[in-house]
């Protein structure tokens, strides 16, 4: 027995219409009104070609039918154009979306396409899965052109992007032949931090890196492991910190480094111990992230040190929790980077390089320098 609502509901006029059929065509609409096809397609596109009536009559027997007209991505395919950009992303789209510098910089990317009816995929990379369905999306996506951000020097996903032949821009890393870049140049702001705290009395400094290669490896870093950096970002953060100390008469080898991994807090808050629990203890932890940074501040006051009075700790990246945590760092326009990525993007065959600059931000965490460090650290 059929229920009295369900009686109700199918005794509506809106609800006795004969089903409709599934995937309904163009060529359908053409047969039921007794017109070619082509008629049918000049009334969604070239509606200035029929007459008002009979527009009105196609269009009346699509919505009977359930036809929305023309499939857009088919249209713009037949055009060489599908109307999307991709933004590839160094590392899973969770972590991607949680990373405030990355956040800023896609942001950027959104804002420049405001006014452009352009559609944006994220695309993650799959790196550590060399093939498969994921790592394969950068050669089947559906775009017109490419963003590639923070890439390692050999990844996969590098490749097969450039294998495309489609415009791409990379932000920060790799340089890639024929592509266009924008990146920032750190030199003026890591220079202007050195000055300001050699200027405080600090002559011991311990540097914590983001990853130099795409593995899960951890812990002080070697000549042997720097070499072998695919990060030409970390890199040019770490030279122009060496070229700074070279300046003021340092020996780059006499600043440790520790490498963080994928885990950046937990990551930093050992190598922060570890640092501290060096021969020469440093009076700066330099942190080439501002999240780096912030994880360090926290594990200083775990064991009861102050910053800045015990120890100073300086940022890379000026993120909003920055500025909560009061964090003496280098900021880079991250927004403006994903907009000028755009930019270049828009200019067809372009491969112009972009560099913006970088600037110190004085703010809580560097002081003048104290040696209160307990020796049983």
Request: hydrophobic residues 40%.
């Amino acid at each position: 027995m059929i229920p009295q609502f369900w009686k109700l509901v199918l005794q509506d006029k809106n609800m006795t219409q004969k089903p409709r059929r599934l995937h309904v065509t163009l060529k359908d609409v053409a047969a039921h009104i007794g017109v070619s096809h082509t008629t049918v397609s000049n009334a969604f596109s070239r509606p200035e070609k029929l007459s008002s009536d009979l527009r009105q009559k196609i269009f009346k027997t699509a919505r009977e039918l359930g036809y929305s007209g023309p499939d857009p991505a088919a249209q713009q395919l037949r055009k060489g154009q599908i109307g999307a950009v991709g933004l590839v992303l160094s590392h899973d789209l969770h972590y991607a979306v949680s990373d405030p510098a990355g956040l800023a910089v896609l942001r950027g990317v959104t804002k420049a396409y405001q006014s452009h009816p352009t559609n944006l995929l994220l695309i993650a990379s799959h790196d550590k899965e060399a093939e498969g369905p994921c790592a394969a999306i950068p050669s089947h996506a559906a775009v017109d052109s490419m963003i590639l951000y923070s890439l390692a020097t050999n990844s996969h996903t590098v490749e097969r992007a450039s294998r495309r032949g489609i415009p791409l821009v990379t932000i920060d890393q790799p340089r890639i032949s024929g592509a266009g870049f924008v990146g920032v140049d750190p030199t003026s702001g890591i220079n202007a931090a050195v000055q300001h705290m050699l200027q405080l009395g600090h002559r011991r400094f311990g540097i914590l890196s983001l990853k130099l290669v795409p593995d899960r490896k951890t812990g002080f870093v070697s000549k042997e492991r720097l070499a072998a950096s695919q990060y030409e970002m970390i890199l040019t953060r770490l030279d122009a910190y060496r070229q700074a100390f070279l300046h003021a008469g340092f020996e780059p080898e006499e600043c440790p480094i520790w490498e963080c991994g994928e885990a950046i807090e937990e990551s930093a808050l050992k190598g922060t111990m570890k640092l501290l629990q060096a021969p020469s203890k440093p009076t700066v932890i330099i942190a080439l992230s501002d999240r780096l940074a912030i994880a360090a501040i926290k594990a200083v006051q775990a064991i009861g040190l102050s910053v800045p009075n015990d120890i100073s700790i300086v940022g890379f990246d000026d993120i909003p929790e920055a500025e909560v945590h009061k964090l003496t760092t280098i900021r880079q326009p991250h927004e403006e980077k994903g907009q000028q990525a755009v930019k270049i993007l828009q200019k067809k065959n372009s491969c112009q390089e972009v560099i913006l600059q970088s600037t110190y931000i004085k703010r809580n965490t560097v002081g003048i320098s104290s040696d209160k460090f307990s020796r049983n650290l």
